[in-house]
């Protein structure tokens, strides 16, 4: 027996105990609200209609299963013989044309006294109990049929992170929950022994409770119909890479880029120690102190403890405000597209995964929302030969669509609804379905969840997009998105927050609300990544005895010469620490300092320009590689392992040129 049909069935059993329960008991009322022959017979004829709906519901659509199963099905076909006999029973009641309706009512109260009712109220008593009893054990029975069917759709909901599989992990612990107290009543019962009263309020209150079994197991019962459904069409979304940019992305050092984020007087506590100068000039500078400095020693990773001295500006200090009051209204309050702008390098995706992921950002975005439930998804652009869907809108809408849906799957059956009409539920096709997620589909989808967006009464959305200048496509196709994401983003349920570098196709479609990271960088200089990854490369090096009564000197200059560009500072210090590797002098790392290229592109090109003429050949190899990858599949890291220690890679069927020995 299937986990659909063991719970439909269980489901209508339960169904069919209560209304019959209800009925000869009299909770249930034959007669009808108006006086007169015609309603009174139409009222009892819409309850035999209900009687033979149960009787269609209640078989089995196959036989086998475990012995509880068994016993269900069994269960199944005892309470249709009972509802042929009470239909057959209310067929005796329909009233003749001179009947009086007070004289039914006492007729049906009468029957219900009858030998033939008593017992069919005891044998509904006992399905109650059995079905119960059947039915908790086949939830609480690990190696039963059922619950392995529900356990291997959970699982496969749970691989996806889709939040019906909580609902059903839920709400199987709820009916388990139910089931059992029932139990216990009926256990309670049993030990009240010949107290009528007693009896009687025990013997109810499991029939009170057994209509919220059934809701529940409707419930259940829907989930187990649309979650493989909702699971296969997430796979189809789903593709390979589409988390590996965000996860290659830093994390931010302690405290970088989080006093955007800080209350107010949180902030003032941040700048107190700073020595802020009214010199607009005002440079930044770090002394090492000993650890008997106090108020502002901190110790490093090494152990050391160091005084950090900043100064800067009055200016700064109003730019770092004016940002992070300009961020936090905007999560808080407002409405439209943030814009992020800054340079190569000066860590646009790290603060934007900062954001993503800090509690202070959802805080602020649920109170945005409200009462309305808060959807939040993001995205990362990403040249990458490897990962081509990252640089084009496919993969945005994909990745969109696949966050979205499996923290709302009910969104589904509109937003995709040709794709949710055309899975086969009972004999699932891959290669046909597959047809239904071509990049025009998905598009369409998309453009469905925009409608959405811009319509709902109970959702707000907030997403998170990096990159645009990454987006693999002509400026003008790039203005031309940019302006698509403004205008999403004027609905009240949507907001956005985007990072690009300065380019003007951006700067001009973006011009309400924005800040310029590279600006504010040099601000950040308390607990700066910059200064803070130098330091600690410095410290954790083996060198650093050798260097350690010059090195801050070192960390201020790069700080001081990088401008904001992160990656820029993190390879200097590498050169540096390579250079100290060899013992080389102050002098020598200074005027190594002193000769690297200002700009990235040009720090790149020295790098590459430096390398012996064999290194330069395997990295022009390995560029090429990457540039026009010859096999089906992305690059990955044992290929390349391979390349570096044999130094050729047999391609010459298809790319003779691929051979590095030539």
Not at 591 to 609: G, N, R, V, W
Request: with cysteine; glycine share 4%; net charge negative.
């Amino acid at each position: 027996m299937e986990a659909i049909e063991a719970i439909g069935l269980a489901s209508g059993i339960i169904s069919f105990i209560d209304f019959s329960w209800s009925l000869i008991t009299g909770a249930k009322k034959l007669h009808a609200s108006g006086r007169g022959t015609t309603k009174e017979n139409a009222r009892i004829s819409n309850i035999i209609k209900d009687l033979k709906n149960f009787t269609l519901e209640l078989e089995p659509a196959q036989s086998g299963g475990s012995k509880h199963e068994r016993a269900i099905a069994a269960l199944a076909n005892e309470c249709r013989e009972l509802a042929e006999e009470l239909i057959e029973i209310l067929k005796k009641l329909k009233a003749k044309k001179d009947s009086r309706w007070e004289s039914l009512q006492v007729m049906w109260a009468s029957m219900r006294q009858s030998d033939n009712i008593a017992e069919i109220k005891s044998r509904l008593g006992e399905c109650r109990a059995e079905i119960n009893t059947r039915l908790l054990a086949l939830i609480n029975e690990q190696q039963s049929g059922l619950n392995s069917q529900l356990d291997s759709i959970q699982n496969e909901a749970e691989r996806l992170s889709l939040s019906s599989a909580a609902e059903m992990k839920s709400l199987r612990a709820d009916i388990a929950a139910l089931l059992q107290n029932l139990e216990d009543d009926s256990d309670s019962g049993s030990d009240a022994g010949s107290d009528s009263s007693s009896c009687n309020n025990l013997h109810q209150k499991p029939f009170q409770s057994l209509d919220e079994v059934s809701s529940q197991l409707m419930r259940l019962q829907g989930l187990v119909q649309s979650t493989p459904r909702e699971t296969r069409i997430l796979e189809h979304l789903y593709f390979e890479g589409m988390f590996t940019r965000a996860d290659s992305i830093l994390d931010a050092s302690e405290r970088t880029f989080e006093w955007m984020l800080m209350p107010e007087s949180e902030f003032e506590a941040y700048l107190a120690p700073l020595d802020i100068s009214s010199d607009e000039d005002s440079s930044t500078y770090w002394t090492s102190d000993s650890e008997d400095d106090i108020p502002n020693a901190r110790p490093n990773k090494s152990g050391r403890k160091h005084k950090q001295h900043v100064k800067f500006s009055k200016s700064q200090k109003e730019r770092m405000n004016n940002a992070r009051r300009l961020l936090q209204d905007w999560l808080f309050h407002g409405s439209g597209v943030f814009h992020i702008s800054g340079k190569a390098g000066s860590g646009k995706s790290t603060l934007l995964k900062l954001l993503i992921n800090h509690k202070r950002t959802t805080e602020a975005l649920a109170t945005w929302a409200g009462k309305r439930t808060l959807v939040s998804s993001s995205f990362y652009f990403w040249k990458s030969d490897g990962q081509k869907l990252q640089m084009g809108l496919d993969g945005m809408y994909r990745s969109i669509l696949f966050s979205v849906l499996r923290q709302c799957p009910y969104l589904i059956p509109e937003v995709l609804e040709h794709q949710w009409k055309g899975m086969n539920t009972q004999s699932p096709n891959p290669v046909l379905e597959a047809d239904l997620f071509r990049a025009p589909k998905i598009a369409e989808a998309f453009s469905n969840l925009v409608g959405l967006s811009s319509r709902s009464t109970n959702l707000r959305f907030c997403f998170f997009i990096d990159g645009l200048d990454e987006y693999n496509a002509h400026s003008h196709d790039q203005r031309v998105f940019a302006r698509r994401l403004r205008d999403w983003a004027k609905s009240e349920n949507v907001k956005i927050c985007v990072t690009s570098r300065p380019e003007v196709q951006f700067m001009d479609t973006f011009m309400n609300t924005r800040i310029h990271l590279h600006e504010l960088t040099d601000c950040d200089i308390y607990m700066s990544d910059i200064y803070r990854s130098a330091m600690d490369a410095f410290e954790q090096d083996e060198s650093f005895p050798r260097l350690s009564k010059f090195y801050l000197e070192f960390v201020n200059d790069i700080v001081r010469s990088a401008e904001g560009v992160f990656l820029w500072a993190r390879l200097v210090v590498q050169i540096l620490l390579a250079e100290a590797a060899l013992h080389s002098s102050y002098e020598r790392l200074r005027q190594k300092l002193h000769s690297t290229p200002a700009q990235l592109d040009e720090l790149y090109a020295s790098i590459f320009s430096s390398l012996p003429r064999d290194d330069r050949k395997k990295l022009d190899f390995l560029f090429l590689m990457v540039a026009s990858n010859p096999f089906e599949e992305p690059l990955n890291a044992t290929l390349y392992d391979y390349i570096d220690s044999s130094g050729h890679l047999d391609t010459s069927s298809k790319h003779p040129h691929y051979n590095l020995a030539t």
